[in-house]
């Protein structure tokens, strides 16, 4: 997939008290696109106490592209509107049904880990397509 620049950065999604109910990294207008841009940093730093990374990259997967995504879909359903303003109309963008990732780390267990949290994501949510672009943010 061809580089993808976001009309809009950091919109977040509020329920009426103003609370965050989700957030996107960005918005592509033209191609009714929401991208999400994630870093694998913490998988390379290691805990000195074990000689080992913080996080698995099951763990990372499952904490980054799997929890998060599913209350930023969960999230565009209750919304009421998004801030910082001026943004995007919550009604403009509620029905927008593709996730892009970016992520920066490109390695086959980071690809696995994420590829089967996207999985069970469609699975969840038929008619999104949700898909990556690995080592670039």
């Not at 620049?5 to 950091?10: L, T, V, Y």
């Not at 990259?57 to 919304?79: M, P, Q």
């Amino acid at each position: 997939m061809r580089a993808l620049a976001p009309d809009f950065r950091h919109i977040e999604l509020a329920g009426l008290r103003r609370e965050s109910v989700g957030e996107f990294d960005g918005v592509n207008l033209k191609e009714k696109i929401f991208i999400e841009d994630k870093s694998a940093e913490g998988l390379i730093r290691v805990n000195p106490k074990t000689g080992l990374s913080y996080q698995t990259a099951d763990e990372w997967a499952e904490k980054h592209v799997y929890n998060k995504t599913k209350k930023r879909i969960e999230g565009l359903g209750i919304a009421k509107y998004t801030y910082p303003q001026p943004a995007l109309d919550i009604v403009q963008i509620r029905n927008f049904r593709r996730l892009h990732f970016r992520i920066d780390a490109d390695a086959p267990e980071v690809r696995a880990a994420t590829e089967d949290a996207m999985k069970r994501l469609r699975v969840e949510n038929p008619g999104w397509e949700i898909t990556a672009q690995y080592g670039k943010n």
